[in-house]
């Protein structure tokens, strides 16, 4: 039995789909906490268990019998490391034969301040003696390509990551990297470095969604304290544009960087180029109708 905690989000449904390809779904178990979002999965026949990661009875109850876990990092940045705990807990509890979870690139060194929560999750999963794998996952190209509107309506990217590069890969290469893991033997005690084959600059990817959107896109490379001014005024809680302003400035100096092929080789592949996720979200934006006459 897999058992995979997140399964309701972004990263979740990818690697629900790919392991439904490649598992009968009598083996699969989700732990989520809202049920209700999946209810494609429990029609599909997935075993569908409530389990809010604050809820250690539940979890307790998700992970009987489960043979390996896909503990996807929670999104509650501050309370990730308490969401983490409790279910690596409930996971020495029942037996697990083998836990792997969704980290950050280079979460032991990386300088990049979200990181924390990761590496310390780590340590903590390290230290249980269960067998576990890390997947280090790098930034998602989708992290920029869902700015698009505001990108498109000003015309430029904001940012302050200079001429750092961001080896980012589709989400769909992270899932397909956890599945390729769940489902073959060989990777306990492992660390995969997980990022794009084809690393850009933020001058790069305007000049990608220039290409393909037909209007003038520019990067607006600006100094940390304007690019916080900007994210606060457009209404992020000052703790979250702290996170982003850290991430840009670390990535201007390689933090986000990477040419380990991990990620390829896990895949059996090469990573979604990001003109690709760039189209992809071009066409997924919502058509406005024409102001013109007849
Ligand atoms: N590598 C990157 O660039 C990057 C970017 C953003 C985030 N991340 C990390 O990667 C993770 C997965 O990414 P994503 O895009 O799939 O994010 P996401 O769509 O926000 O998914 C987060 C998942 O965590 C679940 N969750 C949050 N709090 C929970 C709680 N208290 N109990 C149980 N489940 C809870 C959410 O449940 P619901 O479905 O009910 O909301 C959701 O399924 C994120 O959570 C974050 O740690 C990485």
Known sequence: MIVVTGATGKLGGHVMKGLLEKVPAKDLRVAVRDPGKAADLAAAGVDVRRADYSDAAALADALVGADKLLLISSSAVGRRLAHHRAVIDAAVKAGVGQVVYTSILRAPTTPIALAGEHKQTEELLAATGTPFVFLRNGWYTENHTEQLPVILQHGAIAAAAGDGRFAS??????????????????????????????????????????????????????????????????????????????????????????????????????????????????????????????
Do not use: C, M, W
């Open 169 to 294: 890969a589709a989400r769909a290469d992270y899932a397909a990297a956890a599945v390729a893991v769940l489902t073959t033997p060989g990777h306990d005690g492992k660390a995969y470095e997980l990022a794009g084959d084809q690393p850009f600059t933020l001058a790069e990817l305007a000049a990608e969604i220039s290409k393909q959107a037909g209007q003038p896109v520019s990067y607006a490379n600006l100094p940390a304290a304007q690019y916080r001014e900007v994210l606060v005024g457009a209404g992020l809680p000052e703790a979250y544009a702290d996170i982003l302003v850290d991430a840009d400035v670390k990535a201007a100096a390689g933090a986000l960087d990477d040419s380990s092929g991990d990620l390829r080789r896990l895949i059996g592949r090469p990573t979604t180029p990001v003109a690709v996720t760039v189209a992809e979200a071009l066409a997924a934006l919502p058509v406005v109708p024409s102001q013109g006459g007849r």
